[in-house]
């Protein structure tokens, strides 16, 4: 048993870390880039998709990681897709990524990113009115007003959960739920790992009372408790990826969620009024947290899941 | 990212599995809780018999990955807990082994690991807990023994053990001595002269630990390990001695717990209750990444040769509060019947009450977590 990372893990964590940190702090792409931008210049998905980026991706091999060689694919595991995509929750990286890195390989020029593909899920669709493949039915679809400014949704009828318009890219076959679910749960932790970072950090920074916020306990021991949710929900994460149980992959899904919305809210309060504001990236990290837990597999499901196996 | 066993782990459960079937049966009765001089021959007994089997050198020995084996093996095989010899075991003799002479590791550790030697531990004092380096109890020099002076309090197992590790004040707190500066190791027999053992009772009704009363021990200045005055440093050697692996028996059995918890609820109706059903999928989801927890803990001692890291600290504070949760939520199935501590769960629960206290309390790992691990100013 060697429950780490390999080397050449390290090395393609390190390599998705890097092209999309570049690529999502470069000008003019100022989404989820970690940077505040100028009050009311903040991102939206009124900007549309960025295709560019896309594309970048998809010759980086993102979309096509899981892809075997033979069909031009990278041929690494669901643990290096669990890495990358937790990368792309760490920056929040907008589009309907997961919906496109299932369908890499089915729908043609998904893997290159020529191919911006979408899935139902559940009720929700991400991303509907951009992406060029749409994959179950989402006849009757009505926009909402997406609470994620970086991730526009549709709704469609039926009910949460009753497996209308199942796909890959959501809640899997009937042998429980897809390997998209487990991709959801990572960016969920890449997200719970970032915001622990920014609370950390600022509290470093910020003073009051003539010190470091971060000497307060108070803001110590919320700092401390986001750290453990981040990395409880990592052992989940990476053990589902490795085994693909179907339990575990649930379970994993619902640590992750949480670890992502409480630790967006911890460091939110961390914050303080700067953690309030559009331009914090705090809210980013939180309203997100919020479309994924609806996404893939919600946790109502995960824990009866995990209930009716006991 | 590799969760299966080499072949040579492999061999090593199965060889592990195979001796439990045929040693366990064989087990004499349990004592009864308060029955102390049996609790402890049971316990010591079972050592002996881990050790005639080549098993009782696992925790010295045995590589992080063969311990967490052996101790998941032991679980679900119901073999006893470790029990008494837990300090004997898992702390004082891990730190002879490591700072004690050649004549001191001889003289202490074979009898621990033959079971013929019981320890306990005597850090804590009415006025030094949290603040375990604040300690008093006073030992001053006279010829080649040390006298000491004071009181020790929640010492576990003090009244059947046959050694103390016992931390005292060799060199008063001052200016330009803090308060880390001036602490000894010593061995203490408890059959001294001068000791007394108060018993005390814990909320679950056993007297787990005691007072422990000082007046003028004389302890031989051989047994001292490490120099006069570092014996804060000897003690933290081998605090995170366990590398990963103290809970992993615990885990084990929180998950059988959940089981039986399950199957309760389906007998009596409570499971048609959805909050339950949820209460109970979602504590699945926590032991499980639990588990999976210690094997990334345990992999990474593995790699950097047995150094400890401080996820030790992670790790209890997510366990504490999920196998205190595990009991409310054993309690919430029980309904009345948890008001009965004839049931097991309700004394369980009452136990699991000292998890967040004992071995650091939770507010205290938490300050660990935020100054050792996340790097923020010492907290105030
Ligand atoms: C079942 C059990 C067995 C034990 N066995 C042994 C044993 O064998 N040998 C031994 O030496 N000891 C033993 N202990 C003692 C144990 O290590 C102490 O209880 C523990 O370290 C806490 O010390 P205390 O009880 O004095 O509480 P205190 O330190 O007085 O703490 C009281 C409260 O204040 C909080 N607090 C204290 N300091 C801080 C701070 N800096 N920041 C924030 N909050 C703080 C604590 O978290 C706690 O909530 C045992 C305890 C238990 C419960």
């Known amino acids: 048993m060697d429950f780490q990372l390999t080397d050449d893990q390290r090395a393609l964590r390190a390599g998705v870390r890097e092209l999309l940190e570049r690529r999502l702090s470069a000008p003019g792409s100022s989404r989820g880039s970690g940077r505040a931008g100028p009050p009311g210049s903040a991102p939206g998905a009124e900007d549309g998709l960025d295709r560019g980026l896309w594309r970048q991706l998809g010759e980086a091999g993102f979309f096509s990681l899981m892809l075997p060689e033979e069909r031009g694919g990278v041929g690494l595991g669901l643990p290096e897709a669990v890495l990358a995509f937790e990368e792309a929750g760490r920056v929040l990286l907008p589009g309907p990524a997961v919906a496109s890195f299932l369908a890499a390989g089915e729908v043609a020029g998904a893997a290159a990113g020529e191919t911006v593909v979408t899935a139902v899920d559940g009720t929700l669709v991400p991303w509907l009115a951009e992406a060029d493949v749409v994959l179950g039915d989402a006849s009757g679809a009505v926009p909402l007003r997406s609470v994620d400014p970086l991730t526009p949704l549709h709704r469609v009828p039926g009910t949460p959960g009753a ?6 890219a959501g809640r899997g076959g009937p042998g429980g739920p897809g390997p998209g679910v487990l991709l959801y749960a990572a960016e969920q932790l890449g997200s719970a790992a970032r915001t622990c970072e920014a609370a950390v950090q600022y509290a470093r920074d910020r003073e009051q009372f003539g010190r470091p916020i971060g000497a307060f306990q108070a803001v110590q021991h919320l700092c401390a408790q986001m750290l453990v949710r981040a990395e409880v929900a990592r052992a989940a994460v990476y053990a589902a990826a490795v085994t ?50 609806q996404l893939g597999q919600v946790a109502e499901e995960a824990e009866e899941a995990l209930a009716s196996a006991l | 990212m590799d969760l299966t066993y080499t072949e040579e782990e492999e061999a090593f459960r199965a060889g592990l599995r195979e001796w439990l079937a045929a040693a366990l049966p064989k087990l004499p009765a349990k004592p009864s809780p308060q029955d102390w001089p049996g609790r402890r021959a049971y316990d010591t007994a079972w050592q002996r018999t881990l050790y005639d089997a080549g098993y009782g050198h696992v925790h010295w020995d045995a590589s992080p990955t063969q311990r967490l084996i052996f101790l998941e093996e032991t679980e679900k095989a119901g073999a006893p807990y470790v029990g008494a010899n837990f300090v004997g075991l898992l702390h004082a003799g891990p730190t002879i082994a490591s700072e004690g002479t050649p004549e001191q590791r001889a003289r202490w550790l074979p009898p621990v690991l033959r079971g013929d030697e019981v320890w306990c531990q005597g850090f804590s004092e009415p006025d030094a807990g949290s603040d375990l380096a604040s300690l008093r109890t006073r030992a001053w020099r006279d010829g080649d023994h040390y006298v000491v002076s004071g009181s020790k309090i929640w010492t576990s197992h003090a009244e059947v053990a046959d050694w103390c590790e016992l931390l005292v004040r060799t060199t008063p707190v001052s200016e330009a001595v803090p308060k880390h500066r001036g602490i000894t190791w010593l061995a203490m027999p408890m059959d001294a002269p001068g000791i007394t053992v108060r018993p005390l009772r814990t909320l679950a009704g056993s007297t787990e630990f005691a007072e422990v009363f000082l007046d003028e021990v004389r302890v031989p200045a051989v047994n001292r390990v490490g120099d006069e005055n570092d014996g804060w440093r000897v003690t933290m050697v081998t605090l995170s001695y366990e590398r990963g692996t103290a809970f992993v028996g615990e885990v084990v059995a929180c998950r059988r717990v959940l089981g039986e918890i399950a199957r309760e609820a389906r007998g009596n109706g409570l499971w048609d209750d959805p909050a339950l059903r949820r209460r109970l999928g979602r504590l699945a989801a926590e032991f499980s990444a639990l588990w999976r927890l210690t094997q990334w803990n345990v992999s990474e001692a593995q790699r950097s040769g047995g150094v400890p890291g401080v996820g030790g600290s992670v790790f209890k504070l997510r366990y504490s509060h999920a196998r205190q949760e595990l009991y409310e939520a054993a309690a919430q199935v029980l309904g009345a019947g948890a008001l009965d501590l004839g049931h097991e769960w309700s004394l369980d629960r009452l136990s699991s009450l000292s998890y967040t206290i004992a071995a650091g309390t939770s507010q205290i790992q938490r300050s660990i977590v935020a100054e050792r691990i996340l790097g923020l100013p010492k907290g105030r």
Do not use: S, Y
Not at chain 1, 163 to 168: A, P, S
Not at chain 1, 244 to 269: M, Y
């Open chain 1, 244 to 293: 693909r149980d179907p339990l575990e992959v649930a379970g994993a899904k619902l640590l992750a969620d949480d670890a992502a919305v409480r630790n967006a809210r911890d460091c939110l309060q961390v914050h303080g009024g700067m953690g309030f504001t559009w331009e914090a990236q705090v809210h980013l990290h939180l309203k997100r947290a919020w479309v994924r837990a």
């Open chain 1, 163 to 168: 497996g209308r318009g199942v796909t890959e």
